[in-house]
């Protein structure tokens, strides 16, 4: 089922193809509009007056804050060491991964085909250039690009 029963969805929430949404386990706040081609796992919570444009994964330990823009093709990472086995060859579970959390802070921006690296916060208003691997903290009001992202200015100076 593309759009679970165990979504918990605000008021005035639109996600425009609910047919072609990957969603379960998450919460999501009033207003905010969800394009087609995204999943957001279990674990999850959006805020309110997002903006989550389409082809974006959103995993377990995400937690977007209220007024933040994600743009296409954005993927967040919790496990910061991935193997698809243990050492004894049997399949890892859920139990042999160690979940990194993100926060992307109030009124934040995030460019389309961003990276956002688990464990990393970005603050509020920041602004965070497409393409981008943000593997450390940015600042409030930081614009921030590059692999990795570096900050090169202000929002507050544009
Ligand atoms: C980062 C961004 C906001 C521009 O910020 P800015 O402060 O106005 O930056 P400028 O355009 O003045 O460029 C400053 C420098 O950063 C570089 N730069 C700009 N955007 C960049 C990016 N995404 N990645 C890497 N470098 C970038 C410029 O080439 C320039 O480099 P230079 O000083 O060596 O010439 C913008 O380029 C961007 O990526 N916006 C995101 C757009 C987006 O993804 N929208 C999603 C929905 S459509």
């Given at each position: 089922m593309p759009l679970s029963d165990d979504?918990?969805?605000g008021e005035n929430v639109r996600i425009f193809h609910p047919d072609l949404v990957n969603m379960y386990g998450c919460?999501?706040?009033?207003?905010?509009?969800?394009?087609?081609?995204i999943e957001i796992q279990r674990g999850v919570k959006v805020g309110?007056?997002?903006k989550l444009a389409s082809?974006?994964?959103f995993c377990d330990g995400v937690t977007i804050e209220d007024n933040v823009?994600?743009?296409?093709?954005v993927m967040f990472i919790n496990?910061?060491?991935p193997r698809a086995t243990n050492p004894d060859g049997s399949l890892q579970t859920g139990d042999d991964w160690e979940l990194v959390r993100t926060r992307i802070k109030n009124g934040a921006s995030i460019g389309s085909n961003a990276t956002i690296l688990g464990g990393v916060t970005v603050g509020e208003n920041a602004l965070v250039g497409a393409g981008a691997v943000?593997?450390?903290d940015?600042?409030?009001n930081a614009i921030a690009v590059g692999v990795p992202a570096k900050v090169i200015g202000d929002i507050r100076d544009r």
């Open positions: 979504v918990i969805l919460e999501i706040g009033d207003e905010t509009t969800i394009g087609p081609f309110s007056r997002c082809h974006s994964f823009f994600v743009g296409h093709g496990d910061l060491m943000v593997v450390s940015v600042p409030d």
